[in-house]
């Protein structure tokens, strides 16, 4: 319990760190922080609508983050969860426009292919992984050029509604995703992403399986030597986490914008595994860490209209965040060495 209270004030320091330093960058362009932030809040909760709009911003992130926390769980950092966003998206419409279904069926078929290219998509990187050794960091976010590239190609040369737009057709209404409220977009993506926290939270603690996992991530030659295969563990890992990453493309086309449309989801997957780990690969502080950035997200649409600051400030945040984050992980771990040192010398 003190290791997780440890972590957890560990990570609010370091985005208290990072906030200190927008607020510097803000007063260097001559605006008041205070003003800015309360600005981020009015923007993100200043009534039901805004706070839907939040929650809408929110449940990408949120299913990004559970993405990302599987893969953190089992070891390997898979930071191609935006391509398979991208890909997972793609395959929801396609299916959603180009495969009549009766309602509720076509949801499920639509969300299905989308797990499914997700999976698909990670499986190339999880093979050289697996069978070569090669680094899943680099063949995963270069993956993820390639996937924004191909489904750009798809949408413009071979699926292209008749128009000047550069999106598919619209997907048929027995595929939508139904909404949570009139007045919003938001719909039962963000019930499916509470839901696969906590059944992700659980499966981790409370099962053979998901400790098997977690000792793979945290001790790797232990558990080889406890008889776990780590090579298939880690590839079954990339695949559950791709699928997620899929599933969440596939959500963000049912659910809000009912087409495929270049650009459609900028930088949710980043934003994900950002949560992940500030979230210290937990799924449920990744509901926390979610919305953070969910309302970050939400709240900056005031900023260039109520301030003299740039949305894009909320870029720099987290920047500042990831660069916070990334100073306390290679402290703890320069701290553990020279512990282990210490002990080798006695």
């Known amino acids: 319990m003190n290791d997780k209270l440890r972590a957890f004030s560990g990570q609010l320091v370091a985005v ?17 922080p205070i003003k800015v932030f309360m600005t981020l809040m009015r923007g993100a909760f200043g009534d039901q609508a805004k706070i839907a709009g939040t929650l809408l911003q929110t449940t990408p992130i949120l299913i990004c983050g559970i993405a990302a926390c599987i893969g953190l769980r089992g070891g390997m950092f898979n930071v191609g969860i935006e391509g398979q966003l991208f890909l997972g998206g793609f395959a929801a419409a396609w299916v959603g426009f180009a495969m009549p279904l009766p309602p509720g069926l076509h949801v499920v078929v639509a969300m299905a292919v989308a797990v499914i290219a997700g999976a698909a998509w ?18 995963t976010i270069l993956s993820n050029y390639v996937a924004v590239l191909l489904t750009s190609y798809l949408t413009i040369f071979l699926f292209k509604r008749p128009g000047g737009w550069s999106e598919t ?5 027995s595929a939508y995703l139904p909404e949570l409220f009139a007045f919003s977009r938001l719909n039962w993506g963000l019930i499916i992403g509470l839901v696969l926290a906590l059944f992700v939270a659980w499966f981790f603690r409370s099962t053979a399986k998901g400790y098997s996992i977690s000792m793979v991530g945290s001790a790797p030659k232990f558990a080889e030597y406890g ?7 880690g590839f079954l890992v990339l695949l559950a986490s791709g699928a997620v990453g899929g599933l969440a493309g596939g959500i963000e086309t049912l659910g809000v914008h009912h087409r495929f449309m270049e650009g459609f989801a900028p930088g949710f997957g980043f934003d994900g595994l950002i949560a992940a780990l500030l979230a210290n690969g937990s ?27 740039s949305r894009e400030i909320i870029t720099v945040i987290q920047a500042l965040i990831i660069l916070s984050v990334s100073a306390q992980v290679l402290m703890k771990r320069r701290g553990d060495s020279t512990a282990g040192e210490r002990r080798w010398k006695f």
Do not use: C, W
């Open 283 to 309: 799924p449920i502080g990744t509901i926390v860490t979610a919305l953070f950035f969910g309302a970050l997200r939400n709240g900056s649409l005031l900023l260039e209209t109520d301030t003299n600051a």
């Open 227 to 233: 008889g776990i295969d780590v090579k298939r563990q």
């Open 16 to 32: 208290l760190i990072a906030l200190a330093m927008g607020a510097v960058i803000i007063m260097l362009i001559d605006e008041s």
């Open 122 to 139: 990670v499986s190339i990187p999880a093979f050289f992984r697996t069978r070569y050794g090669t680094n899943e960091v680099v063949s």
């Open 169 to 173: 057709p619209p997907i048929l209404a």
